[in-house]
């Protein structure tokens, strides 16, 4: 059984996936860190693996970037693959005053600008939020790994390029990053009674007009992905 947007068959995607934006991110940290790892998809070249760490199994799939492209892979992975666990890991833009490039932010809730939660019809505002199960390991890890990190509200936004320019709004109600797809991915987790965390890299600060070098961002991608694993296998 696949499905359009997915070649895999039912059993080859592990029960925990980490997703980055970037399909070849996703084979970077499969060939980097996993054991045997198995590409089970081509489609679109939104590249997915799975192979073992530490001896569990953890998968490695691409997301793509906004919350209709991580919301169609992950409903998939949650409803027809029987994935209990996500960790996105990704980039995001600083909007703190203290929070500088290169540190690594956990997103507990995800404010955002898009309708994705108008398909819920809820009579009210949704707040997405991550599964504390997550949560906790991947504070955990970062503790144990000694990686600094912030905890807090996140915004995911349907613009990369903003005709408003509101970030100094959201900045005023503690809103410590901007990202493209945590809200949808902890919406899709909620909806399909599973777990979410999205943990991410700060790679430019746009209120201070400030961005990493690609080199800067290999190096502190990996303290993410480190955290993120080994949160994995302690779920
Ligand atoms: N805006 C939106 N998404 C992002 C940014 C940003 O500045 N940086 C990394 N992802």
């Not at 895999?8 to 997703?19: F, H, P, R, S």
């Not at 799975?50 to 919301?71: A, D, H, L, R």
């Not at 000694?146 to 109600?173: C, E, P, R």
Request: aromatic share 8%; charged share 15%; hydrophobic share 40%.
């Amino acid at each position: 059984m696949s499905t359009p947007h997915n070649n895999a068959e039912y059993g080859q995607i592990a029960k925990t996936v980490l997703m980055p934006g970037d399909p070849l991110r996703a084979k970077f940290i499969a060939e980097t860190y996993l054991e045997n790892p198995v590409c089970y998809n081509e489609v679109r070249g939104m590249l997915g693996f799975t192979g073992t760490y530490k001896g569990k199994e953890i998968s490695v799939q691409g997301s793509g970037m906004g919350m209709p492209s991580i919301g169609i892979y992950s409903h998939e992975l949650y409803n027809v693959y029987g994935v209990e666990n996500i960790f996105r890991i990704g980039t995001a833009g600083s909007i703190a005053d203290n929070i500088n490039l290169r540190e690594i932010i956990i997103g507990q809730s995800a404010s955002t600008n898009s309708n994705y939660a108008s398909q819920y019809r809820l009579p009210g505002t949704y707040a997405p939020t991550a599964s504390y199960k997550l949560l906790k390991a991947a504070v955990d890890a970062a503790d144990k790994l000694g990686s600094a990190y912030h905890v807090g509200n996140i915004l995911s936004s349907d613009t990369f390029y903003d005709d408003a320019s509101s970030l100094a709004d959201w900045q005023k109600m503690g809103v410590l990053a901007i990202e493209m797809e945590a809200a949808a991915l902890y919406m899709n987790a909620a909806r399909a009674g599973k777990n979410a965390l999205c943990i991410l890299t700060v790679s430019d600060c746009p209120l201070k007009n400030l961005s990493t070098t690609a080199q800067e961002r290999q190096t502190s991608f990996r303290d993410m992905m480190e955290i993120a694993l080994e949160a994995a296998i302690n779920i």
